[in-house]
């Protein structure tokens, strides 16, 4: 079972073929969505520009939602998550989208889930992947 992270989504929804094919390969059911990504996500396609394809992508935001909610796969961030949340403060997390930064707690948030739900996170290769050895990882365009 697969937890796509925030820019994993946003990438099947604009489109992007390789995490497409991805999903694709994944059963019905398979692929999770943090509560936390939606929120960005939904704030993200709100605040794009209509002659950009913000309704387009509205739509197909709201099929991805449909088919998550009708499967239960939607997950939310309890008590355990922000236990495991806390702890990966403590690491110097970095992420690399066009330049190093230091990862933010929404994607803590998402990390947390995907480890406390025991799910194979779906992004791209990032740096801090090897700091967290409890974390597994698939890339969709590796």
Do not use: N
């Not at 230091?102 to 791209?124: C, N, P, W, Y």
């Amino acid at each position: 079972m697969y937890l796509f992270s925030t820019q994993t989504l946003m990438d099947l929804l604009c489109g992007v073929s390789e995490v497409k094919e991805f999903a694709d390969g994944v059963p019905r059911g398979g692929v999770y969505l943090s509560v936390a990504s939606l929120g960005i996500v939904d704030e993200t396609i709100r605040a794009t520009p209509a002659k950009d394809g913000r309704d387009q992508l509205d739509r197909y935001f709201r099929r991805v939602l449909s088919m998550a909610r009708t499967h239960s796969t939607v997950e939310v961030f309890g008590e355990s998550t922000a236990s495991i949340w806390a702890k990966l403060g403590s690491h110097e997390l970095v992420v690399d989208d066009d330049g190093e930064r230091a990862m933010s707690d929404v994607e803590r948030m998402v990390v947390a889930t995907a480890i406390d739900r025991k799910l194979v996170l779906v992004e791209q290769a990032q740096p801090y992947h090897r700091a967290i050895p409890e974390l597994k990882v698939a890339d969709p365009h590796g």
